[in-house]
């Protein structure tokens, strides 16, 4: 296969990096691509092509730029879970001075269009559920070779909401007594956070990362910023995705069917001691990633112009609410979520998508 520049720039995604990936695929690694196009993106400066070979078969490429990305980590962490026996994809070739990566193809069916078909969540969550495990237990010995998901990484986390998205997108001026609030609350969540047990964190383990493989198995992608945190990350990030949400009844079933997934393989000294700490485990650090989530999204739009999150942001403004309500350390936080955040979201919304990034 020839990559001609006309054909480059046919393509409003074809770039320079778009050329020197075909040449690497085609010219050095001597595959007889038929076809390469786009794949995915992410939240990040990471893009994915998929070559279809002229035999049938085909590759996934990540293109990493390296000026932005680097693909060490996802080396790393992809060989840690397949220690693990978690289906990540193969990796087959690497470039590391360009940022090139060539790996097996997961297919493109993720979990999420999946999980909305009627009848499917119940099966799709249970395999998702049983992966978790294996991250989780069988990864336990793996958690000494990640960075920790400590206080200054939660930290971090945090203040992206009150600058992104209060601050940049719902154009709120927080006064003193507020910034206080908020700052107690991050300090709470903080130490709620680093009480639970350590285990293997994906950190994105959703919907979107989750790929459906044959006989419903479960494959795994976009794992490189893991983390050895709480036992409670990874659970939440699934059960209340920012993508899709369920009733509050369904996914606490699924979360006590977690527990008891744990206390079979003999994993109890992460179940807590009742389903009820679990629960209160899961919903705390359930509060702290969607406040996280909140400023992320946010910022994806007004740094870094990808309007689709948006539209995620209510569903994920929701799960704080929820998590704060129920809590009662967290009531009066939650009463200034009520009364200074919900409001303005639909308006702010509104106004983002008639601006201009900056």
Known sequence: MSISADSINSRPWADARFELLSQWIVQELGHDAAEIGVASADASFRRYFRARLRDGSSFVVMDAPPAHEDIGPYLKVATLLQAAGVHVPAIHAVDLERGFVLLEDLGSTPFLPELRRPGRADALYSAALQTLAAIQIDGLPATRELPPYDATALRRELELMPEWFCGRHLQLELDAAERRLIEQTF??????????????????????????????????????????????????????????????????????????????????????????????????????????????????????????????????????????????????????????????????????????PK
């Not at 400023?295 to 994806?300: S, T």
Request: hydrophobic fraction near 45%.
């Open 187 to 356: 300090l709470w969540l903080i130490d709620e956070a680093l009480a639970q047990p350590v285990v293997f964190v994906h950190r994105d383990y959703h919907s979107r990362n989750l790929m459906l493989l044959p006989g419903d198995a479960t494959g795994v992608i976009d794992f490189q910023d893991a983390l050895a945190g709480p036992v409670g990350y990874d659970l939440v990030s699934l059960l209340k995705d920012c993508y899709i949400g369920w009733p509050r009844a369904q996914v606490e079933g699924w979360v006590r069917e977690y527990r008891a997934r744990l206390l079979r393989r003999g994993a109890t000294a992460l179940c807590g001691r009742d389903d009820r700490e679990f629960l209160r485990w899961f919903d705390l650090i359930g509060v702290q990633r969607h406040i996280k989530v909140l400023g992320i999204f946010a910022r994806l739009w007004w740094r870094d112009g990808k309007i689709g999150y948006l539209d995620d942001l209510p569903l994920t403004l929701d799960y704080v609410r929820d998590g704060s309500a129920r809590y009662p350390e967290l009531r009066e936080f939650a009463q200034w979520l009520e009364r200074r955040v919900v409001p303005q979201l639909p308006l702010a919304n509104l106004r983002a998508k008639q601006a201009t």
